[in-house]
């Protein structure tokens, strides 16, 4: 069975898309964490960090500029956001394909 996120990528489930280009989906989280919560997801199936090689290892660079994109487009730029990679079970991610979460709008709590 397809994971979450590959069948929002197919747009078997119902997402609101942000940003969407050949490579990447940018969407709204569905449980945001912040006033402003997106999710930057690879259209490739990858699981982990670990599955990034040196044949793929451009979604990462694409991913970021879309990030950057985005953030200046819901206008989070210049105040500032937080980028996070939950990887693997124990760094707690939930969905099995590799995606950052994008939050601000506010101050968001984190490590320095």
Request: contains cysteine; positive net charge.
């Amino acid at each position: 069975m397809d994971c979450l996120f590959c069948q929002i990528i197919r747009k078997q489930i119902p997402s609101k898309i942000v940003l969407e280009t050949t490579s990447v989906l940018v969407i709204h989280d569905i449980n945001p964490k912040a006033k402003v919560h997106v999710l930057a997801i690879p259209k490739q199936h990858l699981v982990t960090l670990q599955d990034i090689t040196e044949q793929n290892q451009s979604v990462i660079g694409e991913l970021c500029l879309a990030i950057k994109t985005v953030t200046t487009q819901l206008g989070i730029a210049d105040s500032g956001y937080k980028v996070v990679i939950n990887n693997g079970r124990n760094g707690g991610q939930i969905v099995p394909h590799l995606h950052m979460h994008v939050l601000g709008g506010e101050r968001v709590q984190g490590i320095t």
